[in-house]
């Protein structure tokens, strides 16, 4: 590294917010840039490691450490240190297709593995990587590479979100004809719809996709494959196929009378809201408004984040979010959650500092369960029943929740939104192709080979391994072309 004594020098710093008092106000995005010398400080802050733990992806405990798409880390914070932006874009666009929408969304499992964050605060490694590729864009060093000759060979891509774009984008490089499919009227999959714009603005998707689509990569809006497009059509047009679809079936919550009106997923939710935001600046009404409700939030994910930051803008009365969990220590107790495993410790996200910005208190109540939902005469949800829980395990390190007593309250409630993960992947497609799947209902096939027991059908991303990461997302999308390319060419380049 060029400084050495870097992370002894200067303190971890982030990526800059916006004040949450008035960011709430509008939809613009909620962080400020990095300046090229905070970035180069932050750089600097690298360890020159001698066995890197951060660029290597792996799942300890159930939970991701480090990074899935292996990032060459070290290397452009170096450069960045170094005043060498364009060289660390290279170095980015090397490992990860996209680096923004990791920039911009990825949880940096790639922080919890910093070998400097066993005692001190790690490396601001999200915050350097934003900064370089943002610089990228700003300096028009992102341009359109398309492959300077054709395969003859065309694959069909099913699904735009970040699976199926690095599958894409992959395929497209080796020289192969691309089609890429999406149901939805805009592309990016849950990019798009799943996170809101202050988080990730729809305009830093669609620069990527003008520049894949300028490579040479078609896509087809509003059209589903297995209705508008068969999968005899794909088998008869196509040479090959990846399947990309993510995993869109919602988990309810098992409660008395989770049916009422008012209830909604929180992707139902925050769908709307994205396209009636990007249609009409929600003048169009065509979305599920909080405006002077009562909100709750079950569940205590980034998708219940976004809930919460989505509600707050639209004005709501009050906001409470439940969490199954008990509030987490505020450091890493090393003797349960060692490193390099992911850190479990309590944050506060945007959302949060938004809500007690706006009503004075963090809005999470903890260890909390939902037993059951009470509606008006109209049908309308109007009060939640709870009861506190403590958590074991068994024998066999199940998990068993235990009610306790005395512990029961009822919560006023207009609107509730449902943000506690997904099931697995719609079975449609999957069955009118013959495509096998595990007992978890996602598509059978082997994790760094991706094939499906259905010749020239490939599945990567969620609908493979289940809700997951947009970094897990792009590392199997990449695979999915290097196998798909060496299926069609008998052998492959692509890494």
């Known amino acids: 590294m060029g400084k050495a004594t870097g992370f002894m020098e200067y303190t971890r710093q982030t990526i800059p917010e916006r004040n949450p008092s008035e960011r709430t106000k509008d939809w613009d995005e909620y962080t400020l840039p990095m300046s090229d010398e905070e970035a180069k400080k932050q750089g600097a802050r690298c360890m020159d490691c001698g066995v890197p733990t951060c660029h290597t992806g792996m799942e300890l405990n159930g939970v991701t450490t480090g990074c899935p798409v292996y990032h060459l880390i070290p290397e452009w914070n170096d450069l960045v240190y170094r005043g060498q932006w364009k060289e660390a874009l290279d170095k980015e666009h090397e490992m990860n297709n996209f680096p923004e929408f990791t920039g911009f969304a990825c949880p940096a499992p790639c922080e919890g593995a910093c070998v400097l964050g066993i005692n001190e605060p790690p490396v601001a490694i999200r915050s350097v990587e934003k900064s370089i590729i943002e610089k990228g864009f700003a300096e028009g060093w992102v341009q359109p590479n398309p492959p300077k000759q054709r395969t003859g060979k065309r694959v069909a891509v099913v699904g735009s979100g970040p699976a199926g774009l690095a599958a894409a984008d992959q395929l497209n490089k080796a020289g192969h004809s691309v089609s890429v499919f999406e149901r939805a009227d805009r592309l990016g999959g849950l990019l798009t719809y799943g996170i809101p714009e202050m988080k990730l603005p729809y305009a830093v998707v669609k620069r990527r996709i003008d520049i894949l689509e300028a490579e040479g990569i078609e896509f087809f809006t509003n059209t589903e494959v297995g209705k508008d497009v068969t999968s005899e059509q794909l088998k008869s047009d196509f040479d090959a196929t990846i399947l990309c679809g993510g995993a869109t079936v919602h988990r309810d919550v098992p409660a008395e009378n989770n049916d009422l009106k008012g209830i909604h997923y929180a992707m139902d939710f925050l769908h709307a809201n994205t396209?009636?935001?990007?249609?009409?600046?929600?003048?169009?009404?065509?979305?599920?408004?909080?405006?002077?409700?009562?909100?709750?939030?079950?569940?205590?994910?980034?998708?219940?984040?976004?809930?919460?930051?989505?509600?707050?803008?639209?004005?709501?009365?009050?906001?409470?979010?439940?969490?199954?969990?008990?509030?987490?220590?505020?450091?890493?107790?090393?003797?349960?959650?060692?490193?390099?495993?992911?850190?479990?410790?309590?944050?506060?996200?945007?959302?949060?500092?938004?809500?007690?910005?706006?009503?004075?208190?963090?809005?999470?109540?903890?260890?909390?369960?939902?037993?059951?939902?009470?509606?008006?005469?109209?049908?309308?949800?109007?009060?939640?029943?709870?009861?506190?829980?403590?958590?074991?395990?068994?024998?066999?390190?199940?998990?068993?929740?235990?009610?306790?007593?005395?512990?029961?309250?009822?919560?006023?409630?207009?609107?509730?939104?449902?943000?506690?993960?997904?099931?697995?992947?719609?079975?449609?497609?999957?069955?009118?192709?013959?495509?096998?799947?595990?007992?978890?209902?996602?598509?059978?096939?082997?994790?760094?080979?991706?094939?499906?027991?259905?010749?020239?059908?490939?599945?990567?991303?969620?609908?493979?391994?289940?809700?997951?990461?947009?970094?897990?997302?792009?590392?199997?999308?990449?695979?999915?072309?290097?196998?798909?390319?060496?299926?069609?060419?008998?052998?492959?380049?692509?890494?």
Not at 337 to 366: L, M
Not at 392 to 402: L, Q, V
Not at 453 to 477: C, H, K, P, T, Y
């Open 275 to 495: 396209k009636s935001l990007l249609d009409s600046k929600l003048e169009d009404g065509e979305y599920i408004s909080a405006k002077d409700k009562n909100v709750l939030v079950i569940g205590g994910g980034d998708t219940g984040t976004d809930c919460i930051a989505t509600s707050l803008r639209h004005e709501c009365k009050s906001l409470v979010q439940f969490d199954i969990y008990d509030k987490k220590a505020p450091a890493r107790d090393m003797m349960i959650n060692p490193w390099p495993q992911y850190p479990i410790i309590h944050r506060i996200e945007y959302g949060q500092k938004e809500a007690e910005a706006v009503f004075g208190d963090d809005p999470r109540a903890y260890a909390v369960m939902t037993k059951k939902f009470v509606g008006d005469d109209d049908g309308n949800v109007k009060e939640v029943h709870t009861v506190n829980v403590s958590l074991r395990y068994d024998e066999e390190g199940n998990k068993i929740r235990e009610e306790i007593p005395g512990s029961e309250k009822v919560w006023p409630v207009d609107l509730v939104l449902v943000a506690i993960g997904f099931k697995g992947p719609e079975q449609g497609l999957i069955e009118q192709m013959n495509v096998e799947t595990k007992t978890n209902s996602t598509v059978r096939a082997q994790f760094d080979d991706y094939r499906t027991n259905v010749e020239g059908v490939f599945a990567a991303g969620d609908m493979r391994r289940g809700q997951s990461l947009i970094v897990w997302a792009i590392n199997e999308g990449r695979g999915a072309a290097r196998e798909c390319d060496r299926f069609l060419m008998g052998e492959t380049k692509l890494p």
